[in-house]
T-cell receptor
Framework: SQTIHQWPATLVQPVGSPLSLECTVE??????LYWYRQAAGRGLQLLFY??????ISSEVPQNLSASRPQDRQFILSSKKLLLSDSGFYLC????????????FGSGTRLTVV | GENVEQHPSTLSVQEGDSAVIKCTYS??????FPWYKQELGKRPQLIID?????GEKKDQRIAVTLNKTAKHFSLHITETQPEDSAVYFC???????????FGAGTRLFVKA
């Protein structure tokens, strides 16, 4: 069966520090991968999506970047965090073809101080 | 791009009553409409979905309806229970689940 792993679960980082969040999927190949951010009490904002290795599409210009170095690995990064980067970051995947609902990772709660 | 509006933002019902959450979407090319439930501090989980070639779908106490002409879709929960308390998100996708856009969420409180 397919599983999605996301880490770390919680992170407190100072302003100006770098960020690296990692997401991996098991039990499937060639998934579509996504990064979403959820601000406190708000909806889910699509940040990046990827349809294949090295293929990244950005939905919102901001202080973050994403990379997909391997088929089932998706990384969210920042060189210098801002206070506004605080939030709940969720990785998700879908299969190819017929599509369907997302399976989300367990999320990373990032607090920038 | 696609935009999804959701209302109400907060909904409080008595246990056993019904709850209805409504959404509208902007892009007539959207063809897949999932609904997610998110409990406090946890990840959203898919609870039901509907595709554009279907007008209604039911799964036990939950049902979704879709009006493509009006670009409206709704979630109906009957016989609500305290464990239904959560945030519910509607969403829309052009690519059958690819690049899904979410509504802002509805916080549902079910009072025992």
């Amino acid at each position: 069966s397919q599983t999605i792993h996301q880490w770390p679960a919680t992170l407190v980082q100072p302003v100006g520090s770098p960020l690296s969040l990692e997401c991996t999927v098991e039990g499937t190949s060639n998934p579509n991968l996504y990064w979403y951010r959820q601000a406190a009490g708000r909806g889910l904002q699509l940040l990046f999506y990827s349809v294949g290795i090295g293929q990244i599409s950005s939905e919102v210009p901001q202080n973050l970047s994403a990379s997909r170095p391997q088929d089932r690995q998706f990384i969210l990064s920042s060189k210098k965090l801002l206070l506004s980067d605080s939030g709940f970051y969720l990785c998700a995947w879908t299969g190819r073809g017929a599509g369907g609902g997302y399976t989300f990772g367990s999320g990373t709660r990032l607090t920038v101080v | 791009g696609e935009n999804v509006e959701q209302h109400p933002s907060t909904l409080s019902v008595q246990e056993g009553d019904s709850a209805v959450i409504k959404c509208t979407y902007s892009d007539s090319a959207s063809n897949y409409f999932p609904w997610y439930k998110q409990e406090l501090g946890k990840r959203p989980q898919l609870i039901i979905d509907i595709r554009s070639n279907v007008g209604e779908k039911k799964d036990q106490r939950i049902a979704v309806t879709l009006n493509k002409t009006a670009k409206h879709f709704s979630l109906h929960i009957t016989e609500t229970q305290p464990e239904d308390s959560a945030v519910y998100f509607c969403a829309a996708s052009i690519g059958g689940g690819f690049k899904t856009i979410f509504g802002a969420g509805t916080r549902l409180f079910v009072k025992a």
